[in-house]
C-alpha cells in the first residue's frame, strides 16, 4: 500500500448516503490539519499509530482533546472547528471517507457518534477491523463505478452502526423510528405541494411541538429544513435528466415561484440553479 490517496468522488444525485471524497495517509511526525470546518461528515479510522483531536462541541465554544490510537476512528461533524495531529513518536496512519446525504445524521446517530462523542470504538477486534477493511476499499479503487463505491458506503455506515460500543439499542429506538419513517416517507410523498409542518405532525398523529422535538432530535435537522433539502434534491435530479426550464422545476418541487427556489438554492448550493445545471449537465453528458 502506498503511504498516500487522495480521491474525490463524481457529482452524482444519491440522496439518502453520498460520498465526496475519501482517502488514506501516513502522516508524519506532529503532521497536522485544521483548524478546519466541514460541509460534511468526515470520519476517519487509525490503522496505526497515535494522534489527538481536538473537537469543538455543538456549542462551538467548548473543546475536548481526545488522545485515539489504532482500532479507534474519529467523526468531524459539518458546521464544527476541529483540529488533528499525528503524534511525535508514533504518527498515525488513517484512512477516511467524507459522506453526507438525508440519512447520514440518522445513521451516525444510531452508531452513537455525535459532537457530543466524536469517538468510535468497537465492541471487539473483527468488528473493528471490518469497518477498517471496508473504508480500504473504497479508497483503494477510485476508479470503480460511482453505483458501486456507494454500494460499499453503505456497507461502512451498517458496519459502523453494528459495531460501535457507542450504539443505540434498536429497542430504545423502535416506536421513534416508526414516527420518524412514518414522517420522512410523507414528507417524500408530498414534497411537491404546500406541506407544513402541522400536517406532517398531524399524519404522524403526533403534537407539533413534540414532533418537531423528536424528528431534529433523530434526523440531525428540524423537519422545516429536511422538506427543504428534499425538494432541493429532487431539483438536482430534474436539472439533470431533464429539459424542464428552471421556472418548471421550481413548482414541481413545491416552490410557489422560481425566485424562492432559487434563493433556496443558492443558499444550499453555494451557487444559482442555471449554473448548477450548466456545470453538472456537462459531467452527466
Not at 476517519?44 to 497515535?50: E, L
Not at 484512512?95 to 462523542?117: C, H, I, K, P
Not at 469517538?119 to 471496508?134: F, G, H, K, N, P
Not at 428552471?246 to 433556496?264: L, P, V
Request: proline share 4%; hydrophobic share 35%.
Amino acid at each position: 500500500m502506498k503511504d498516500f490517496s487522495f480521491s474525490i468522488f463524481p457529482n452524482e444525485n444519491f440522496l439518502d448516503l453520498r460520498i465526496y471524497q475519501y482517502g488514506y495517509e501516513q502522516c508524519a511526525p506532529l503532521q497536522s490539519f485544521g483548524p478546519f470546518i466541514r460541509n460534511h461528515y468526515l470520519f476517519h479510522y487509525v490503522i496505526s499509530g497515535r494522534g489527538s483531536l481536538d473537537a469543538t462541541a455543538e456549542d462551538g465554544v467548548t473543546t475536548r482533546r481526545y488522545e485515539l490510537q489504532a482500532g479507534q476512528g474519529f467523526l468531524i461533524c459539518p458546521g464544527l472547528i476541529n483540529t488533528y495531529f499525528a503524534e511525535e513518536a508514533h504518527p498515525w496512519k488513517y484512512v477516511w471517507v467524507e459522506f453526507d446525504g438525508l440519512r447520514a445524521s440518522e445513521s451516525l446517530r444510531y452508531a452513537g457518534l455525535t459532537a457530543a462523542q466524536p469517538i468510535y470504538r468497537a465492541d471487539d477486534e473483527t468488528q473493528s477491523a471490518r469497518v477498517r477493511d471496508l473504508m480500504l476499499y473504497i479508497a483503494e479503487h477510485p476508479q470503480a463505478s460511482a453505483l458501486h463505491l456507494i454500494g460499499y458506503l453503505y456497507l461502512f455506515v451498517d458496519a459502523l452502526m453494528q459495531s460501535s460500543a457507542t450504539r443505540v439499542s434498536a429497542q430504545e429506538n423502535q416506536l421513534k423510528d416508526f414516527y420518524i419513517q412514518e414522517a420522512v416517507t410523507y414528507i417524500e410523498q408530498n414534497y411537491q405541494r404546500n406541506l407544513t409542518v402541522e400536517e406532517v405532525a398531524d399524519a404522524c398523529r403526533l403534537n407539533r411541538s413534540y414532533f418537531s422535538k423528536l424528528f431534529k432530535e433523530n434526523v440531525g435537522c428540524p423537519p422545516q429544513e429536511f422538506l427543504i433539502r428534499v425538494r432541493l434534491a429532487k431539483a438536482t435530479e430534474l436539472m439533470c435528466s431533464s429539459n424542464a426550464p428552471i421556472s418548471e422545476i421550481a413548482i414541481r418541487c413545491g416552490y410557489s415561484n422560481q425566485f424562492h427556489f432559487s434563493r433556496a438554492f443558492k443558499k444550499h448550493y453555494g451557487t444559482p440553479p442555471q449554473k448548477w445545471r450548466t456545470q453538472n449537465r456537462k459531467h452527466h453528458a
